[in-house]
């Protein structure tokens, strides 16, 4: 049973920065795709960032230059840092992965629409920025 659990939210000031988990357990596939999503009150939810087993990147759109995802595949965790964070960025945080996903010459593992359904999620974390 795959669970993810995010933490590290919390208030923040504009301009600061901020570093989310995600523990993963039940996840160790050897080809795997995570990611980031937020949405925040009265928005649609949209992708921050996605990440395979290759170290292959997908951007949602705005998101490159400030935002950097990573994994830990020690302890199976996977990390967003945030900077220079804006009140624009406050939303609630998801992370979540593919099941079965299986690498291929076109990258797959995306947050850009459309792209394939994400199986797993975790509960989020919230992020408020304040000005």
């Known amino acids: 049973q795959v669970r993810l659990v995010e933490s590290g939210g919390g208030s923040v000031q504009d301009g600061g920065s901020l570093k989310l988990s995600c523990a993963a357990s039940?996840?160790?596939?050897?080809?795997?795709?995570m990611a980031w999503f937020r949405q925040a009150p009265g928005k649609e939810r949209e992708g921050v960032v996605a990440?395979?087993?290759?170290?292959?990147?997908s951007y949602g759109e705005s998101m490159k230059a400030r935002f950097t995802i990573s994994k830990d595949s020690v302890s199976n965790i996977l990390y967003l840092q945030m900077n220079n964070v804006k009140p624009e960025d406050t939303a609630m945080y998801y992370c979540?992965?593919?099941?079965?996903?299986?690498?291929?010459?076109?990258?797959?593992?995306?947050?850009?629409?459309?792209?394939?359904?994400?199986?797993?999620w975790g509960q989020g974390t919230q992020v408020t920025v304040s000005s």
């Open positions: 990440i395979d087993n290759e170290g292959r990147l």
């Open positions: 979540a992965a593919r099941a079965n996903y299986q690498p291929s010459w076109r990258l797959t593992c995306s947050v850009v629409p459309p792209h394939p359904d994400f199986d797993f």
């Open positions: 039940g996840y160790d596939n050897k080809n795997w795709c």
